[in-house]
RNA sequence: GGAGAGGUGGCUGAGUGGUCGAAAGCACCGCACUCGAAAUGCGGCGUGCCUUAACGGGCACCGUGGGUUCGAAUCCCACCCUCUCCGCCA
């Protein structure tokens, strides 16, 4: 949500921004809405001082018994009622317009990203790692099937297209990346561990900004809540209307959790294997920051995430996303491309954020220093530490061998019981 | 799910139709007293918005949203949340 000042103050610099993603004169519209607000607030304001004050001297009338003066107040009163109603009604449906509006309208990018229109103008920033010489290598599908620890026609068979069944030690592979990430960003990287709520009102998902425009790509339930597609929703809206003393920031916030996500607008793309999940686990990151430091912190959670990879020791690289590429919330993105064998790419695996006061601004999260009076929108990040799901996909693939065995990186042989390898009958 | 109680400023808590944005206490800030501190005294101390060059003026907010009224923290309706008891339950 951006503040209707500032695009008084700058409204050049909206209309381009917002232009290139089509959405030309909104900013125009923008400002129309507001000066007839505002407008109607002043005139609806004068209205009401005087009927404050006349009610005031209905009271004094009535307490002396001067009837007859009270009644000619009132009526004078009742003079006022056009006006009262009319610009009650001008200022209501006025704000709601404009609320409407800004509510749908992008983050604007930070300066240094560069402009572009998809994901072919991403600039990479820096490569770690060489993709392992694999000859003809298989995709984990094969390699999980064969193992006979991924079923994928047992999960469509109770739940539909876009699920899997991981056994054996596939499924404690899984269990064991998502404690070793957690892990390693709590122990390592100071982030505090949360276990928040996967179902939330729409109130919280406004806040982060998959409402209103993205509801179809989310799951509600029945009763009115919606399925977290990522924990940054339930751990930034840890500051939903509050005031953070300064003093405490930034919080470094992470969470181990499912996420949901109804891929409406993806049918046809990634149909095979475990890429593009209804459900998968994902290990996000969250800060909470003042605004000095957001763009500081972005760079370190950038870090925070590419370590897991390290640690892994995937290759990958990092890219700085383009204009075009970004997504609602963002004002800068940074994704972490992993190395696929079986696609001869690098594929998303990591996406850090930073959101600016955006979603600050849409749950009303401030922050206030020591003796100060004034309060601030608090800056909010977030990224992925990593993905559980493509994280699994990533060490399948790139550690297979010819015999169609996985071999288990290092840094989670304690996680797996000591186990180095999964062979078939595992 | 059933029955009941309740949501007021940073906290405690008074207020049941008019001079209440709201008593009082605590906390906090400033000043005085003091060598200093404590105690005491005096003063200040919510948020958002409109308006103004500024000083200032105004509007709204007592869980949220509607309604009644000349006037609502106070009355009515709906919803949300908290607590207690019962039931159910991992």
């Known amino acids: 949500m951006h503040d209707i000042k500032a695009i008084r103050d700058n409204p050049d610099l909206y209309e381009q921004a917002w232009s290139a993603k089509g959405r030309s004169g909104v900013a125009a519209q923008a400002l129309e809405l507001d000066t007839t607000l505002r407008a109607a607030q002043t005139a609806l304001q004068e209205a009401q001082s005087r009927r404050n004050d006349l009610s005031k001297q209905i009271g004094q009338a009535k307490g002396r018994k001067d ?19 009319s610009q009650g009604a001008v200022e209501r449906d ?13 983050n604007l990018p930070a300066p240094d990203v560069p402009p572009g229109a998809d994901e072919n103008d991403n600039q990479e920033v820096r490569r770690w790692g060489e993709p392992f010489a694999i000859t003809s290598p298989k995709d984990h ?18 739940s539909g297209s876009r699920f899997v069944v991981l056994k054996g030690q596939l499924a404690r592979l899984e269990r064991a990346l998502g404690q070793f990430m957690l892990d390693l960003q709590t122990r390592e990287h100071g982030y505090l561990e949360v276990s928040p709520p996967l179902l939330v009102r729409d109130e919280a998902v406004f806040g982060t900004g998959q409402l209103p425009k993205f509801a179809e790509d989310l799951f509600h ?24 003393p300064t003093e405490e920031l930034p919080l470094r916030l992470t969470a181990l959790t499912h996420c949901f ?26 800060s909470i920051t003042t605004p000095d430091q957001s763009d500081k912190e972005h760079e370190r959670m950038v870090g925070c995430a590419e370590a897991v990879l390290k640690a892994l020791e995937l290759p990958f690289r990092t890219m700085l996303l383009c204009s075009g590429d970004m997504g609602f919330s963002a004002r800068k993105t940074y994704d972490l491309e992993v190395w696929i064998p079986s696609e001869g790419r690098y594929r998303e695996i990591s996406s850090c954020s930073n959101c600016g006061d955006f979603q600050g601004r849409r749950m009303n999260a401030r922050t206030k220093a020591a003796g100060e009076k004034a309060t601030r929108i608090v800056h909010t990040l977030n ?21 169609g065995a996985i071999a288990i990186p290092q840094a989670l042989h304690p996680y797996m019981g000591g186990l180095t390898r999964i062979e078939a009958g595992a």
């Open 94 to 106: 006025t704000g709601e317009a404009l609320r409407d509006l800004l509510a749908g309208l992008p």
């Open 383 to 403: 990224g992925s530490g990593l993905a559980v799901g493509r994280t699994l996909v990533a060490i399948i693939e790139n550690y297979q061998d010819e015999n």
């Open 221 to 244: 339930t029945e009763d009115g809540r919606w399925l977290i597609p990522t924990a940054e929703v339930s751990l930034t809206n840890l500051v939903r209307d509050q005031i953070t």
């Open 261 to 286: 996500r109804s891929e409406a607008g993806a049918s046809g793309r990634d149909t095979r294997g475990m890429i593009r999940q209804h459900q998968f686990q994902k290990v996000e990151l969250v």
């Open 141 to 158: 599908v094969d390699l999980g099937e064969t193992l006979g620890l991924m079923d994928f026609e047992a999960a469509a068979r109770m």
């Open 67 to 85: 009837e007859a003066e009270a009644s000619r107040l009132m009526a004078e009163v009742e003079t006022l009622k056009g006006v009262l109603e």
